[in-house]
T-cell receptor, first 116, second 114 residues
Framework: AQSVTQLDSQVPVFEEAPVELRCNYSSSVSVYLFWYVQYPNQGLQLLLKYLSGSTLVKGINGFEAEFNKSQTSFHLRKPSVHISDTAEYFCAVRAPSGGSNYKLTFGKGTLLTVNP | DTGVSQDPRHKITKRGQNVTFRCDPISEHNRLYWYRQTLGQGPEFLTYFQNEAQLEKSRLLSDRFSAERPKGSFSTLEIQRTEQGDSAMYLC????????????FGSGTRLTVV
């Protein structure tokens, strides 16, 4: 089984400042890692994913994340945020395909609030 | 194809009533998932279909919940004898077989039980 811990429930930042949203996971097997964004009253949109290979992953809207196997982390970063980045961000994990391992396990989310 | 569609977007029901939600996945996607999201929490897995076969059900899915995907296309999620604790956002997602990517989520159905 896998679990995900998002270390901050809320992160307030000023516009154009850098931001890091932290995610740690626990798993007895290798995992795929994902970051999703959810705007109010909407479903989840995939920001980026790590499957294998380069540990630095670039996604949409200028976000990137770095997989650190030794620290079991997958932190999300953006060098300069915009007001429009205000949303809830979810880190998720799943085991590689096979059997019943298609389900995603999500963290509790981090609310990013970008202030002018 | 415009993505995963869910209907209705919002549903208010009285405690004890039955409700049914519909999900239309992306047409070529053979896998379909239902998740539930309560306030302040991440989505929690409910159940999963591969084509018309329901392959896994979470223990969160009590006997009052039933899901179907009769022809391997759209899916329905029914909740019988609703309780206030059922109030949540119900999210549907779909993906391709052997998929190495994240799912495509619908916009969800927000259920309020009064």
């Amino acid at each position: 089984a896998q679990s995900v811990t998002q270390l901050d429930s809320q992160v307030p930042v000023f516009e154009e400042a850098p931001v890091e949203l932290r995610c740690n996971y626990s798993s007895s097997v290798s995992v795929y890692l994902f970051w999703y964004v959810q705007y109010p009253n909407q479903g989840l949109q995939l920001l980026l994913k790590y499957l294998s290979g380069s540990t630095l992953v670039k996604g949409i809207n200028g976000f990137e994340a770095e997989f650190n196997k030794s620290q079991t982390s997958f932190h999300l970063r953006k060098p300069s945020v915009h007001i429009s980045d205000t949303a809830e961000y979810f880190c998720a994990v799943r085991a590689p395909s096979g059997g019943s391992n298609y389900k995603l396990t999500f963290g509790k989310g981090t609310l990013l609030t970008v202030n002018p | 194809d415009t993505g995963v569609s869910q209907d209705p977007r919002h549903k208010i029901t009285k405690r004890g009533q039955n409700v049914t939600f519909r999900c239309d996945p992306i047409s070529e996607h053979n896998r379909l998932y239902w998740y539930r999201q309560t306030l302040g929490q991440g989505p929690e897995f409910l159940t999963y279909f591969q084509n018309e076969a329901q392959l896994e059900k979470s223990r969160l899915l009590s006997d009052r919940f039933s899901a179907e995907r009769p022809k391997g296309s759209f899916s329905t999620l029914e909740i019988q004898r609703t309780e206030q604790g059922d109030s949540a956002m119900y999210l549907c997602a779909s993906s391709l077989d052997g998929d190495l990517y994240g799912y495509t989520f619908g916009s969800g159905t927000r259920l309020t039980v009064v």
